[in-house]
């Protein structure tokens, strides 16, 4: 049974920083593609942030060089640390995990299997 937990939203203030983590089990997790996504109200869910099975990183150009993904494998955790939040980083953010995207689709949200609950992050 796969299960991903998701935690570390909360509220802070714009230029402000928050890590938000993942733990992932019912995987062998350091050969699974891993993701984080956000969905604002009324939008469709992006991909924010992803580890390919190499462990080969992927950002959206709206968070580069201001969100970083790592993962530690001994706790089976990825994490995704968002430094210099914006307004617009305001949404829900899911972790997702399978065990095989494809090349070139990360952010592809149709291509994950299994998914968190979701965290809510508000920036202000």
């Known amino acids: 049974h796969v299960q991903l937990v998701e935690s570390g939203g909360g509220s802070v203030q714009a230029g402000g920083s928050l890590r938000l983590s993942c733990v992932v089990s019912?995987?062998?997790?350091?050969?699974?593609?891993m993701g984080w996504f956000r969905q604002h109200p009324g939008k469709e869910r992006e991909g924010v942030a992803t580890?390919?099975?190499?462990?080969?990183?992927s950002y959206a150009d709206s968070v580069k060089g201001r969100f970083t993904i790592s993962r530690d494998n001994a706790k089976n955790t990825v994490y995704l640390q968002m430094d210099s939040l914006k307004p617009e980083d305001t949404a829900m953010y899911y972790c997702?995990?399978?065990?095989?995207?494809?090349?070139?689709?990360?952010?592809?949200?149709?291509?994950?299997?299994?998914w968190g609950q979701g965290t809510q992050v508000t920036v202000s």
């Open positions: 019912g995987y062998t997790y350091s050969s699974i593609c």
């Open positions: 580890f390919d099975s190499d462990g080969t990183t």
């Open positions: 997702a995990a399978d065990p095989d995207v494809s090349r070139g689709f990360w952010f592809r949200p149709d291509q994950y299997a299994d």
